[in-house]
């Protein structure tokens, strides 16, 4: 899905001589682990091949000037380095503008302004962290056309501070996390309070994981994302009039069923059955892993998606229908809404001789109820986010 041509591409937008570098950062699934980043918890995601590219340049004055082939109506959006503040008529650039910043706040030398052009092959509103992609690219564009001395983490959490106070959605750090850090036949089973992390290799047998774009557009921002994390936080209040935690990701199941009764708000205490259960799956998922238990696996997953429905309530009948349709096909392993939820996309393992048919049966299905077509692509897991060299598009 690349296009080779970016570099003429940047040459003619920019009215260039010189040939850019080129940067890419993936996008990201997330096997197991949902809405437990912000609650301390445990997730469990990969990088995938589909992500952004950009192609950058340095140049002679302070002008920044960035171009998105995904959005070419929109057409070349500027604003100078010392001016760097939100603004809403740029749109998608305010990520890369965001990224920008908080490199130069946090004590970084970028001296001079660049053109940018980008190119996603992530479909876009599919959940699939197409923002995450954005700022961790920039991240490495800047760390390589300045020769910044950064730690990856440290550009992880600058990222997750652009979603955070720059663009105004309360999300935790998998996405960044996933994508700065992935690799490339593995996912990462990473603790989100104290970032302490580990790589798990990925291996299907005769199973590939299929990805579902429910092509129901979702913004994160305008969702209620951020709703969610506000009664987790209220839960997690009420249980520490008893309880010396610091996330609803501390505590096992036992705990929570004793202390359930503190949480004065039913819905909350939905909420936070979820996050709590969700972790602890997560945990055990990466156990029936390295077991090479995959079918364990798969009811873990099958798991996941009731609790983000019955107890979390963030799928929706397009992810719903998807998930039922896969649940009932032969050769599925396991399947489960991917992402924030509200649209998006899922995932399902399945057997490798039976992908044809479940596409085809998946489809009519949604088709039949829905209205419209789902997507598929089989998920490869790849490298984070990195500079590439020539001839790797």
Known sequence: ???????????????????????????????????????????????????????????????LRFYSLNF???????????????????????????????????????????DILFYGDIPTGAGLSSSASIEMVTGVLLEGLFDLNIDRVKMIQLGQKVENDYIGVNSGIMDQFAIG?????????????????????????????????TNKQRTLAGSKYNERRVQCEQALTN?????????????????????????????NQKRA???????????????QLQQG?????????????????????????ELDTIIQAAWDQPGVVGARMTGAGFGGCAIAIVEIDKVDSFKNNVNKIYRGKIGYEASFYTAAIGDGARELTEGVY
């Open 1 to 63: 899905m690349t296009n080779p041509d970016l570099p003429n591409k940047f040459r003619s937008i920019f009215d260039s001589t010189e040939t850019p570098r080129t940067f890419f950062a993936p996008g990201r699934i997330n096997l197991i682990g949902e809405h437990t980043d912000y609650n301390g918890g445990h997730v469990f995601p990969a990088s995938i091949s589909f992500g952004t590219y950009a192609l950058a340049q340095k140049r002679n004055d302070q002008k």
């Open 72 to 114: 070419p109506s929109i057409g070349t959006i500027e604003c100078d380095l010392a001016d760097l503040d939100y603004n809403e008529a740029h749109d998608w650039a305010n990520f890369p503008k965001g990224m920008i910043h908080y490199m130069k706040e946090s004590g970084l030398q970028i001296t001079t302004g660049m």
């Open 181 to 213: 850090k992935g690799k490339k036949g593995h996912a990462i089973l990473l603790n989100c309070q104290t970032l302490a992390y580990n790589y798990a290799p990925i291996e299907l047998a005769d199973h590939v994981i299929i990805i579902i774009n």
């Open 239 to 267: 249980l520490q009039t008893d309880l010396q935690i610091k996330g609803l990701g501390d505590l096992t199941k036992e705990q929570f069923e004793q202390h359930k009764h503190l949480i004065t708000d039913e819905t």
């Open 273 to 287: 059955k979820h996050a709590v259960y969700e972790n602890l799956r997560t945990v055990e998922a990466l156990q």
């Open 293 to 317: 238990n995959l079918e364990a696996f798969g009811q873990l997953m099958n798991e996941s998606h009731k609790s983000l429905q019955l107890d979390y309530e963030v799928t929706g009948i």
